[in-house]
């Protein structure tokens, strides 16, 4: 039997199992922990080096050795962030619509930014965070197994990896995978931008931390009894946008390659603009201004020293301060790792993958709209859309009001959601499958409520909250379609006996593969875009530019 790298003594009792130490070069960890039968998980294995002090918005770096073996079976600490959802806006007002509409000379720090904060208590959470889990079969059935690597999302702004419990995807896959979940900096840890950055230091770095685990998967999965060729990397919302990213990344060209397929479940593309735009360059004076190192000459030297508790205080309230749902420190064009806007990247088609499964839930915008706000200030679709598009001159935020005020939504409520559901999520999944051509497959969650979100508890087998629908040929169908998509990389490969119909690549037809609940019952059956729909993305890719998509 060959090794694949572990270190362990073996009897004859240990002749099927999985060894319970790996010994990575670097660090040996061992485990014989189980959070699912059949399953062994090796908890907080370092794939970096503490991003901590003088390594603030620096690159990662690999992990210094450390002596003896370490003990992987309790999870690793949080990276810096406001549980639970993080600092979504809570402006009625985008703070940056003047300086865009008037043309505002030079850089300041709008007023709304300019306000106190309490302490904030971050001991649970650390900034040396860059760690990752690794699920195994607890029985070794193959030399080398397909790999499933989970990006949590949370805005970029909020998650860990001990909040997915990525070991189900072991024991849904019948023992057939390793899976992943990884860390990544969030929120200003993690995407603080701006020339001052630029020049001290590295931009991105959440994404960077991303790209870095990909690389440790690369070099260290086999160990493990992973395959580096058959890498799968998966992510929700922000994690799903951090898919998109990392299908663009180096202008869709990366080489080598790190993943072969990508699946993305509600894919997050907020306006994301050029490092040395005025919306970060203000994010990084407000930043500065809320810490106090604006009086000094190396700003940056100063902010690597401030304490992680301030830097996630002032974070946190300068997201507060943005618009309604919206978040605020988020990936930027930073020339070299991200070098040019996404939705240019994919027009292109140059894409990294192989193959690709989307998804997107019935209704992704409502979560990030509040109903209250929106009635208590009389806020109309205009005053909506210049919040959440602040670039946008009066025609185009003319063209939004047209557009939505015509597909039979009545309530401001109703089309503010449908707006920031189809301009942030829907819309993007569309450009992304687009580039894909015949490569990609797409699925609509529309149980309802069909929430954003919502689909992580039929995703998972074991997720914090349970899913409502609990007939298991409908769970089994859902579930086997992204286990398909990584072991076989085709959604129609069946593991097993299935309710699930053919299902033709979007490229092909526009067909997708809807999960729905009705007064009927359950239902799983394909259905052609709407035509609608395509229409409203083909006006939002149109003006992507101006949103900085």
Known sequence: ????????????????????????????????????????????????????????????????????????????????????????????????????????????????????????????????????????????????????????????????ASLYPVQDFVALSDFGVVAVGLQYRLGVFGFLSGSKVKESGNLNVGLLDQNFALQWIQKHISSFGGDPAKVTIWGQSAGAGGMLQHIVAHGGNTQPPLFHTVIANSPFLPPQYQYDDPVPEALYSAVV???????????????????????????????????????????????????????????????????????????????????????????????YTRGLFPRLDPAQVEQVVKLYSNIGLGSIVDQASEIMGDSIFVCPTYYIAAAFKLRAWKAQFAVPPGLHGQDLSYIFSTFAVPPTVTDPAFLDAFRQSFMAAAITQNPNTRLRPSMLPPWSAWGETQSEMRFLQSDSGLIVQPFVTDDGELERCEFWRSIAQVNSQ
């Not at 949080?78 to 549980?83: F, K, R």
């Not at 919206?326 to 088609?349: H, K, N, S, Y």
């Not at 894409?351 to 109309?380: C, K, Q, R, S, Y």
């Open 289 to 383: 201004s809320h810490v106090g190192c604006e009086s000094l000459d190396n700003s940056m030297m100063c902010l690597r020293g401030v304490d992680g508790a301030a830097l996630l205080a002032a974070g946190t309230y300068i997201g507060a301060s943005s618009f309604l749902g919206t978040f605020t420190f988020l990936p930027v064009v930073d020339g070299a790792f991200i070098t040019e806007r996404p939705t240019e990247t994919l027009q292109r088609g140059q894409v990294n993958g192989e193959m690709l499964l989307l998804t997107t839930n019935a209704d992704e915008g409502a979560l990030f709209v509040n109903p209250d706000a929106l009635v208590h200030n009389n806020i109309t679709l205009h005053a």
């Open 1 to 160: 039997m060959r090794s694949l790298g572990f270190v362990a003594v073996f009897s004859c009792a240990f002749a099927n199992a999985q060894p319970a130490a790996v010994d990575l070069g670097y660090a040996s960890y061992h485990s014989e922990l189980s959070l699912t039968d059949g399953v062994t998980s090796f908890l907080g294995i370092r794939y970096a080096a503490s991003p901590a002090g003088d390594q603030r918005w620096r690159a990662p770096q690999p992990p210094s050795k450390v002596p003896g073996v370490q003990n992987a079976t309790s999870p690793p600490p949080q990276c810096h962030h406001v549980p639970l959802a993080g600092s979504p806006g809570i402006s009625t007002t985008s703070p940056f619509r003047n300086a865009y509409i008037d043309e505002l000379p030079g850089v300041c720090v709008p007023a709304p930014f300019r306000i106190s904060y309490p302490k904030v208590d971050v001991a649970p959470y650390s900034e040396d965070c860059l760690f990752l889990n690794v699920h195994v079969p607890s029985e070794w059935k193959a030399q080398s197994l397909p790999v499933i690597v989970f990006i949590h999302g949370g805005g970029y702004d909020a998650g860990s």
